[in-house]
């Protein structure tokens, strides 16, 4: 401290001999620069800060001198902040949060040392959880449905949160597979979770129905032919799948009426239609079946009726009972008919009324017939003699 006087006052003393110019101000500042470097004292340098932003709007940041800090916020240098991530139900980070030193801690919250102006990356973004597969189900055949989740890096273990899958099939690791063996709807919520325990969860509704209807076959359709007129000839048709069938049709056109009597069997009407072979169609939920050339309608057919002549004794009333032949040319065809009238050549007498035969053959067929005395009556196909009785 001595020698630094004496150097003081010899430059003053040397100031003042040489130029006489030093001015009292100047010689208190020197004096206290030297003062302070004997002593060894230096002035304190600025504190140094830093900016620190983020991108996410789910966190809170805490540290330095306050306790909380805000987005765009100068710390000091060296600070370590805390970063609270507090995302709602079904959201998760886009990707881990990056930049400003920053490392995991445990939880959502994850610590970074400030060293210089920095940026947290990161976004956050929703949990997806999204069911891929038929939800319709065809009761004991094989079938699945997985349920996935996305949203972020991190993977997803998928649980059944509540709710059932249909009967017959299990839920593991997110997928729903086996054979479902009961018909109906089964509601079930599956959740994902992934690494940092974020969760989002959907709800599903998987309907199982029974077995698809075949397509109906055809194997036999009896008689196969019939009139051309129609209206009077019945078929039954054999076959498969015919449950709930809802049309029949004979060369294009429907039945005039028709039942499915069971799975393999349909009794149906023929409608009229032109001679020849036609298409048979049998239309069901399963789909249809074509029978190629299945029925055919029969040509008309010209046939001639001839009666026997015969004699009985002509009275004044009452009734006389006459045995005649009446024989057709040809068979008459399956599903025919004949309808004649029988009256006395005069017209004087007739017989009952009109006669109807389902079949009759070519041979003799002998009829007794009641004959009346009354007013004429129509058709005579053969004259009946009479005779009077002797007086």
């Known amino acids: 401290m001595a020698s630094s006087s004496v150097l003081f006052a010899n430059a003053v003393t040397a100031g003042r001999s040489e130029t006489g110019s030093i001015s009292r101000l100047s010689r208190l500042m020197l004096l206290f620069i030297f003062l302070f470097a004997g002593l ?31 987005n765009g916020d100068l710390v000091d240098v060296g600070t370590t902040l805390t970063f609270d991530f507090n995302f709602p139900t079904g959201w998760t980070y886009g990707s881990e949060p990056s930049g ?52 972020g890096d991190s993977p997803f273990t998928v649980t059944l949160e509540s709710g059932a899958v249909p009967t017959g099939m299990t839920f593991s690791g997110g997928t729903v597979s086996g054979m479902p063996s009961e018909e109906g709807s089964f509601t079930f919520t599956a959740s994902a979770t992934n690494g940092y325990g974020h969760s989002g969860s959907q709800t599903f509704t998987l309907t199982v129905v029974g077995p698809s209807a075949g397509a109906p076959t055809i194997a036999n359709i009896s008689p196969s032919n019939g009139a051309a007129e129609g209206n009077n000839t019945s078929v039954v048709i054999t076959g498969t799948g015919f449950t709930g069938a809802t049309g029949v049709s004979f060369g294009g056109d429907p039945a005039l009426s028709f039942a499915a009597n069971s799975d393999t069997q349909i009794t149906a009407v023929t409608p009229p239609h032109a001679q020849g072979p036609v298409d048979v169609e049998v239309v069901t939920p399963g789909g249809s079946v074509t029978a190629s050339d299945g029925f055919t309608y ?5 046939l001639f009726l001839s009666i026997g002549d015969v004699s009985v004794l002509e009275g004044d009333s009452g009734v006389t009972t006459a045995m005649f032949t009446i024989q057709l040319d040809q068979p008459l065809p399956q599903f ?14 007739t017989g009952g009324t009109t006669t109807r035969l389902a079949v009759i053959l070519a041979s003799a067929l002998v009829r007794s017939m009641p004959l009346y005395r009354t007013a004429y009556r129509s058709t005579a196909t053969r004259s009946m003699k009479r005779t009077r009785p002797s007086s």
């Open 100 to 151: 400003c030193n920053i490392v995991h801690g445990s939880g959502d919250s994850w610590q970074a040392t400030i060293t210089e102006t920095c940026h947290v990356a990161g976004y956050e973004t929703p949990i997806m959880v999204m069911g891929v597969g038929p939800t319709e189900l065809v009761e004991g055949e094989f079938g699945f449905f997985d349920v996935m989740a996305s949203g």
């Open 336 to 349: 025919r008919s004949v309808t004649f009238d029988i009256a006395t050549a005069d017209g004087t007498a």
């Open 298 to 302: 029969d040509a008309p057919v010209e």
């Open 40 to 70: 060894g004292v230096t002035t304190p340098a600025s504190a140094q800060t830093a900016t620190v932003t983020w991108d996410s709007g789910f966190v809170m940041v805490h540290g330095g001198p306050s306790g909380f800090v805000s």
